[in-house]
């Protein structure tokens, strides 16, 4: 990992821009920013072209012959099968509407990190080959040729978006960045440009079932492991079951939640809701990632690595899905995935086995967001709950990307907070929501060699926490993705020390007064809870 | 360079029909050829465009959701931002087009030492939102040249617009509001450094081709005054088909004509077409209810996958010690 530089070096920046035009502002491809490039081994084990062991740092790619026909037939390729990207392509304006809500702009002070600026670096690129303006007046119309140097513009500004979608809010037209970086990562990995926090976790998931390459026999231990502290802390030994036959419902878990702290406590809180409902469910090892690091690199990829999900489903012969917390899982699962892999009327339409609800906004694609099922668990009175547990929790909620844009979950989690918890205060109201700030670190960019970006990228967000950790004394930002999870810890200890990060159902589970649990003396982290039982002496 | 290679464009074009009909007499060319092949490039170029975008399908839902989606009953959904019918979509798209709803949402982030700021910032939206009206409102009171007679809601328009009742004639307001916003538009472009640094020529060149129209449409009402019953014999005889230049119009109008002929024949070439992208935009044009009703991908194909069975193959004896139901014993 590079060495962190001081806040105060990382925000110097101004948002100036340079005298010189952009177009004649080569490509300066840092360190700290970039991810390392895929490697061969990951890109074959799913079948992509042009796999090899390359660095961005080298000034040689290793790139295919004919790599411009490639790129430019991959574009045509698009451009024919997505009304989006030709639309987005030919309508921008440039009013600038978009260009300071990006947090990697506001962030780092790059102009090229303008959404409509890291659009233009392929719009003018598209201008040059498929306008006629483009071809006949060249730079006055604003086109490029395509060179190597692009190229590599490109893929470093396309590798510093997250497809968070904030610009696609503010845009009079709704373009949405998002959308282009998917079809100019298509087209990266087309030349085996990927990078390997992506490559790894696909081939990974594509294998093994998830991202972090859990094995059968590791998912069972981790389980195993959490169990275990859910009996130190309720007295309660817990069997939940996996890849069982004829359970009625199949639950699913980004395989951040059972892989490593914080997101173990949000699946102990999982684990402890669905054994105090005597839920009939059952896990899968093989279908074990509800998130999709496949979206992050082509749509047919994605679409591969999703198709687990419904064929587990129906091997297992359960009548509907539940799925943990995570972002960019639920835009896919909300947006793509019955258009994909469905439609899967093999399965029934979901009705909550505790309430007897309907839930009809999942009536088709039959798959339910656990905040759903739990608000809905809690606004009919079927859980006990008992929020002074969390007193010495101060909670802000952070909104993430994709459950905000891409699906509309803003209550549902927000409802929970207000049961489980009873302190909370809302950031302001510019970042939250579907005005929400990423946490820098999404669509696959939470590796650990750009931590620089990350925390560029977080800054803004982190500045919104700081303002109610400086207010109201906030001590936890609560949220419903594992890649936050992930991310904010280090962001947080960077930029806003003294604030944890936590899943909406750990604060659940720490809430959740069990059937025969003992008195609790202890959260899910392990930790003594101040004012009950044993006193904390730290 | 591209603020002034865009103006002198728009000059050159002026001058020509200045030149073509002072010296030249060229009379039928610039008030009956150009107009007639500058609305057929506008009307086929335009139909062309929106054609070749609905060519590309729409293989996914993916709306940009602003608000609280449809849930559970006793959460309250944000039907306009955030549509699950096409009732919403229509809710949405209607503020979006009228009112430039995205656009109003509009901040300014501002940092000040080590800590950011996002203050309001709604000119842009004011801005933008009084020029596409006023052109609106001009491009309607522009009816009475091509109708006979003018429509009564074309009148009762114009009355509206001159109801401050200032000078002979009367003083239209869209007209001041027009150049205002134009040159509002065109002075933040090369005023604001990061809007001038992402501008191109072809985002100058719209907004001083529109300011030539203005200008030149204004100078011919209140200053030059030109026949207006022979500009109307023109405009006339162009709508019916039986085109003829009898009397004398000043130079003047054929320069006004040119510059909107210019425009329109460059409209659909040119990023004006986000007028007709708008309705197209699938971030706003679709419902938020992909888990209701399944979103159909008509170029859906098979893929390769990873098979339970092949999984189970691989992981076999590790799943079977640690106690997991095997397919395969």
Known sequence: ?538 | MKIWSSLLVVIILASFAWIGVDFLHLTTLFGIVVPYIAFLIFLLGFIYRVVNWGKSPVPFCIPTTCGQQQSLPWIKQNKIENPSTIWGVVGRMVLEIFLFRSLFRNTKTEKTGNSLAFGSAKWLWFGGLVFHWSMLVVVIRHLRFFLNPVPGFVQGLEMLDSFLQVGVPLLYITDILLVLALTYLFLRRVLIPQIKYISLAADYFPLLLLLGVAVTGILMRYFFKVDLLAVKELTMGLVTFTPTVSAEIGAIFYMHVILVSSLVAYFPWSKLMHAGGIFMSPTRNLANNSRMVRHVNPWNYQVETHSYTEYEDEFRDKMRKVGLPLEKE
């Open chain 1, 1 to 538: 990992m590079a060495k962190l530089p001081k806040k105060e070096e990382l925000l110097q920046h101004k948002y100036d821009v340079p005298s010189d035009a952009w177009m004649d502002t080569p490509v300066d491809i840092k360190p700290g920013v970039f991810c390392y490039g895929a490697k061969g081994k990951n890109l074959e084990a799913v079948g992509f072209p042009n796999a090899r062991d390359w660095s961005p740092s080298d000034e040689d790619w290793k790139l295919p012959e004919n790599w411009k026909e490639i790129f430019l037939q991959g574009m045509a390729d698009r451009l024919s099968k997505y009304r989006s990207f030709r639309l987005f392509m030919d309508v921008c304006v440039r009013c600038g509407a978009c260009a300071d809500k990006c947090h990697f702009y506001m962030g780092s002070g790059d102009p090229k990190n303008m959404p409509v600026l890291r659009a233009e670096l392929l719009r003018s690129v598209y201008r040059r080959y498929f306008t006629k303006s483009g071809q006949m007046f060249g730079r006055l119309a604003g086109a490029r040729d395509l060179t190597e140097d692009v190229l590599k513009e490109l893929w470093y500004y396309f590798y510093q978006c997250t497809e968070c979608r904030r610009c696609s809010v503010f845009c009079p037209y709704g373009i949405d960045q998002a959308e282009i970086t998917i079809m100019g990562r298509e087209l990266f990995n087309l030349l085996g440009l990927n990078i390997d926090w992506i490559a790894g976790p696909v081939a990974n998931c594509y294998m093994k079932g998830n991202h972090v390459g859990l094995e059968p026999q590791t998912i069972m231990s981790n389980i195993e492991f959490m169990l275990d502290d859910i009996e130190t802390i309720t007295g309660k030994r817990i069997k939940p079951s996996f890849n069982r036959k004829g359970a009625e419902i199949l639950f699913v878990a980004p395989s951040g939640d059972l892989f490593a702290d914080p997101g173990i406590y949000t699946c102990m809180g999982y684990l402890m809701l669905f054994e105090q409902l005597g839920l009939d469910y059952t896990m899968s090892t093989y279908a074990s990632e509800g998130g999709n690091f496949g979206f992050f690199t082509s749509n047919e990829m994605a679409k591969r690595l999703n198709a687990k999900i419904y064929a587990e489903a129906r091997r297992l012969g359960v009548k509907w899905i539940l799925g943990g917390e995570c972002g960019h899982m639920w835009r896919v699962l909300n947006q793509y995935m019955d258009t994909w892999n469905g439609p899967a009327d093999f399965l029934e339409e979901p009705v909550s086995p505790i309430t007897g609800t309907k839930f009809t906004n999942a009536k088709s694609t039959k798959m339910v967001h656990i905040t759903e099922f739990t608000a809905d668990l809690i606004y009919h009175n079927k859980l006990k709950l008992d929020p002074s547990r969390n007193d010495h929790l101060v909670v802000t909620f952070h909104d993430s990307c994709n459950p905000s844009r891409g699906m509309g979950l803003l209550e549902e989690p927000r409802y929970i907070i207000s049961k489980v918890c009873n302190n909370f205060h809302e950031m302001p109201e510019e970042t939250i929501r579907e005005k929400t700030l990423c946490c820098g670190s999404g669509s696959g960019l939470n590796a650990g060699e750009n931590m620089e970006l990350r925390l560029r990228g977080g800054f803004p967000r982190a500045n919104a926490v700081k303002y109610v950790h400086d207010k109201y004394g906030v001590n936890v930002l609560a949220n419903v993705c594992a890649v936050d999870r992930v991310a904010f810890p280090a962001l947080m200890d960077y930029w806003v020390p003294g604030v944890q990060t936590m899943g909406v159902h750990e604060l659940l589970g720490n809430a959740l007064v069990m059937d025969g649990e003992i008195e609790r003396t202890l959260n899910l982290r392990s930790e003594p809870l101040p004012g009950k039982g044993v006193e904390s002496d730290v």
